[in-house]
């Protein structure tokens, strides 16, 4: 059994990282789909509500109710493969919950691209709409996201794979890291692995 927990600013990859491992008939549990569900049973659109609504989950449940409510579904993928990747993690809080529930099985990758990188992923995928579109910036979605404790989770990261060349560059590391495990990442020149 394999957990493995995906960390990264927005436009890093993440998204890439679980796409890859669906193509792998990995089984992907993407926390945003629990601040998704959220939104609509309360009548809200999760494109314009989602960063509000991961606020309010957290006040009323704590902050790792995203990740508690993530844990069943990723048990349930877990029945039917030996590895499975959570998408979205956003806090130290949220790495401790799957620490806690899978242990050394549980192994966290950041994905990381400098700022200038992600803020052109972003703008051509129409995903950083100015205050006028009623969205936010990329510097602000930064600060929503450090707020919550990604810098922190970002620090408890096993392994970081750095998202600057080309996607076919990427996939094959996120590859790597799916059929060997982080350990596969030590001799991959777009990944670090720390030593623990």
Same mark, same amino acid.
């Given at each position: 059994? #394999? ?16 796409? @890859?491992?669906?193509? &792998? ?8 789909? @629990? ?18 609504? $991961? ?22 993928? %877990? $029945?039917?493969?030996?590895?499975? @990747? ?11 919950r799957f620490e806690d529930a899978f242990g050394e099985d549980f192994h966290l @990758? ?13 703008d051509l995928r129409g995903r950083d709409a100015g205050a006028d579109e009623g969205?936010?910036? %990329? ?12 810098? $922190?989770?970002? &620090?408890?990261?096993?392994? #970081? ?28 020149? $777009?990944?670090?692995? &720390?030593?623990?």
């Open positions: 059994m #394999t957990v493995i927990g995906i960390v990264g600013l927005p436009g890093s990859g993440k998204s890439e990282a679980a796409a @890859v491992a669906r193509e &792998e008939s990995v089984p992907v549990v993407t926390m945003g789909d @629990v601040i998704r569900q959220a939104c609509r049973d309360r009548g809200l659109d999760p494109a314009t509500h989602h960063g509000e609504m $991961a606020q309010t989950l957290r006040e009323e449940n704590g902050p790792d109710a995203i990740a508690q409510a993530s844990l069943p579904h990723v048990e349930d993928a %877990l $029945a039917d493969s030996g590895t499975v @990747v959570v998408d979205g993690i956003r806090s130290d809080v949220e790495v401790e @990758v950041e994905v990381w691209a400098p700022f200038e990188t992600r803020a052109e992923r972003l969205g936010e910036s %990329l510097e602000e979605r930064d600060a929503r996201e450090t707020g919550f404790g990604m810098d $922190a989770a970002i &620090e408890m990261a096993d392994a #970081t794979i750095e998202n600057t060349g080309s996607l076919d560059a990427f996939g094959s590391t996120v590859r790597t890291l799916l059929d060997e495990g982080v350990r596969g990442l030590e001799t991959d020149p $777009a990944a670090t692995v &720390e030593q623990r």
